[in-house]
């Protein structure tokens, strides 16, 4: 069962859908409930008043555990605030003693993402235009949380989760082309950036690899996956 302690940022709440549409429990809920497997999600905004009293609970629950929806690109010194904030959460949350897993995800790709449609609007990218970019499918991201909610064992660590191909921003907007036919640039309202551009900045090249071994998936190609959009 899936705990979830109040709102967080985009894109969790369209993760949280997602597997409860797989069939997984989902309540709104601080306390742990359901017995062994019990996990308390944690992600942005962090109520750090009250996230203490919560572990009180979780400390002495049989099996509970904690699932951390972070970012790539955290560090202690990140220039972007949120950064900084996500890794106090994950520091806070490894040394509770409560079996934690953190995973840290590129920007989401998919056909209704934020930021496959930011791309696709051909905005102007200025200084950030050389930036790579790890992104991975948003559909992989489910399998993910699906698999490590799913499976027994181990429940620890950390994990760039993040696709198999770097490109800088301005070759993954080249590459998710422009507007419909017919829709001039710059006529429609541009979304938002979902990381915004100034975590985007911060993230490095990570080794995909690692979490494909760990949870036993295979990585989609978002090049590949972006051309049969076009078709």
């Not at 040394?95 to 496959?116: K, M």
């Not at 620890?156 to 070759?171: M, N, Q, S, V």
Request: charged share 25%; glycine share 10%.
């Amino acid at each position: 069962m899936i705990h979830v302690p109040g709102r967080f940022d985009a894109p969790v709440p369209r993760l949280i859908d997602a597997l409860g549409a797989r069939g997984h429990s989902v309540v709104e809920s601080e306390s742990p409930t359901g017995g062994p497997g019990a996990t308390l999600l944690l992600a942005r905004p962090v109520d750090w008043m009250r996230l203490g009293v919560w572990f009180g609970s979780w400390h002495v629950a049989r099996g509970a555990r904690i699932l951390v929806l972070s970012r790539m690109g955290v560090h202690p010194d990140a220039r972007a605030e949120s950064l900084r904030e996500l890794w106090r959460l994950e520091e806070y949350a490894r040394v509770s003693l409560i079996p934690t897993l953190v995973l840290r995800l590129a920007p989401l790709i998919g056909e209704s993402s934020p930021f496959w449609s930011r791309l696709k609007s051909r905005p102007r990218l200025g200084p950030f235009a050389r930036s790579l970019v790890m992104p991975v499918l948003e559909r992989d991201v489910v399998e993910v949380m699906h698999h490590a909610l799913s499976q027994s064992g181990t429940w620890e660590g950390w994990f760039d989760i993040a696709g198999p191909e770097a490109r800088t921003l301005a070759e993954w907007s080249e590459l998710a082309g422009g507007p419909p036919a017919g829709v001039p640039a710059g006529s429609a309202p541009e979304p938002a950036w979902e990381p915004p551009l100034e975590e985007v900045a911060e993230q490095r090249l990570a080794e995909s690899e690692l979490w494909q071994r760990r949870f036993g998936l295979r990585a989609g190609d978002v090049a590949k996956w972006a051309e049969e959009q076009a078709r």
